[in-house]
């Protein structure tokens, strides 16, 4: 059955079309530390980074004496490598002028997405954030997000700003629910689109891949320092000189890099193209709660 024609695309410009879609799919993403340092470009299996802990002040009237600080260290290992590759022999190509771009640059970018997300979102445990709430779908509310930022506040000590709330669709729904209370009368953008604002502190987050981890999970609301990662583009060397094409892009505002290929393989008969990405996460902070379905 013929599939597609590739013929005259442009690596790059495919690369750079899918861009738009990219930062959506990667959206939720960009909750958490996900690039932090110069060491993501260096060579090697890992990346460390270093999260201060938080210092108290000092009564400097007598004097500006320095002051003890401290540092975590946090070693990333870079071993996680999805990808999605597909291709097209010469008879399909011949035959087909269904459009590339939209039959398989989203799925692609869905594939490797879905990928990096539960890997990160498999991380959210009891052992690694052990303070949670449960909450009944049908009763979740903004009152209960102000109850988990008071937590991350006086009991966590987490930072005001960089809040985020990672959560299923049937807990967002609830709070959609809440912007048609009287609290918010009318119609506004918001409640057409089904948008929920910021609240109590949080940049609120919905993705139908917050599973439950086994553990009745439901969402997951948190400092940005809690789930830290780093990714690096794949080696290439070689490739090109051997007629291949390479375009590594970065996400919009996630700097997570991407790396479209193209190549022909001659004894196959076949154009091939993939999309990859190489990275690693892991637990950073303990500044997060835990949303459990009762």
């Known amino acids: 059955m013929a599939t597609n024609t590739i013929a005259g695309c442009n690596l790059a410009a495919i690369a750079q079309e899918s861009l738009p879609y990219a930062a959506s799919v990667f959206a939720p993403l960009g909750a958490y530390t996900l690039d932090f340092s110069g060491d993501i470009a260096a060579n090697g299996a890992s990346v460390t980074t270093r999260i201060p802990t938080r210092p108290t002040a000092v009564d400097l009237s007598s004097g500006y004496t320095q002051q003890d600080t401290a540092m975590t260290a946090k070693t990333i290992t870079l071993n996680q490598f999805p990808g999605f590759v597909w291709g097209f022999n010469d008879l399909e190509r011949s035959k087909s002028a269904i459009n590339l771009n939209d039959l398989f640059i989203r799925p692609a970018l869905e594939a490797v997405g879905q990928a990096v997300f539960d890997y990160i979102w498999n991380l959210v445990t009891s052992g690694n954030f052990a303070t949670s709430t449960t ?101 290439s060397t070689g490739f090109a000189e051997s007629g291949g094409e390479i375009a590594d892009v970065g996400v919009p505002g996630l700097n997570l890099p991407l790396q479209w290929r193209r190549w022909y393989n001659q004894d196959e008969g076949v154009l091939k193209y993939s999309l990859s990405v190489l990275f690693g996460a892991s637990q950073g902070t303990d500044t997060g709660v835990r949303i459990v379905s009762a």
Do not use: M
Not at 137 to 158: E, P, Q, S
Not at 175 to 184: G, P
């Open 135 to 235: 909450i009944a779908a049908a009763n979740f509310d903004r009152d209960d997000l102000a109850d988990i930022a008071a937590t991350l506040t006086g009991t966590k000590k987490a930072p005001k700003s960089g809040r985020s709330l990672l959560i299923n669709p049937t807990y967002y729904a609830s709070l959609v629910k809440t912007l048609n209370s009287a609290e918010i009368p009318g119609i506004n953008a918001q409640k057409a689109e089904g948008v929920v604002p910021r609240v109590a502190g949080f940049d609120i987050y919905e993705s139908d891949l917050c599973d439950a981890n086994s553990a009745n999970l439901a969402g997951f609301a948190a400092h940005r320092s809690s789930l830290i990662g780093a990714a690096r583009s794949g080696d």
